[in-house]
């Protein structure tokens, strides 16, 4: 069959979009890994499907380049919103269907979004995670030979968020499945390694669960900040910059969610037989 996609970018957080606004085909979902490689298919960290709704303006359902599918994506949904904006739907707030709840987009300009993202979670059941206490902010991890300071944090998703002294020198095609698959995670685990630069600056570099190294994660870098408020180490009811190889996202802790505010642009349109 012949699918018709867009390729969007959050940050360099860049996925296939495709209208399933009629059906979602099964044989889509299959073709996920081929689609997503970036030498022998399109390229991207995966494919995201534009899905109706009932409750919303639309659904989001995000794949993984391996094919597994994800239940929140921040650049994605953003991108999401963009899609819609350019295909008819010209509203300054979109609400969209995640499987991590609803969330309602705000266009702040031309191809720039703001995202309700709903309340970090703190605690290691939400992820899930095992071995860890309640009620705390930070944990001890050991992985790759080496015991770590970590803050586990859900967004709808499940991050564990390490501080570093410097992220450059980072061997993350190592460290990001030694925490992807360590057994503290039975789901897996995205895993953002953070370098603070000041109270509102952080520099991130992320390993996502079923895609590797990234540009960017949206949820990561919420789930990041969350977990620096948490720590004392940044401010609330303050946009924090948080730096990703793709491009910078502002994140903004308040006791009742987090704010998320980034770029979604169209690169390209294109078909593909698959």
Known sequence: MEI???KMQGCGNDYLYVDCRDELPQQL???I??????NFGVGGDGVICICS????????RMFNADGSEGKMCGNGIRCVAQWLYEHGMKLDTITIETLSGRKTLHRMGEGMWQVDMGKANLSPKSLPAVGFAEGQAVHPLDAASKQWQVTLVSMGNPHCVVQVEDTKQLPLPTLGPAFEHHPAFPEGVNTEFIRQVSPTKLEMRVWERGSGETLACGTGACAAAAAFVARGLCPKNTDITVQLLGGELKICVTDQTVW???PAVSVF??????
């Open 53 to 60: 709704s009932q409750q919303a303006d639309a659904t989001m």
């Open 29 to 31: 979902v299959e073709a």
């Open 33 to 38: 890994p081929f689609l997503s490689h970036r």
């Open 269 to 274: 349109e294109g078909t593909v037989q698959i």
């Open 260 to 262: 998320m505010t980034g």
């Open 4 to 6: 018709h996609f867009t």
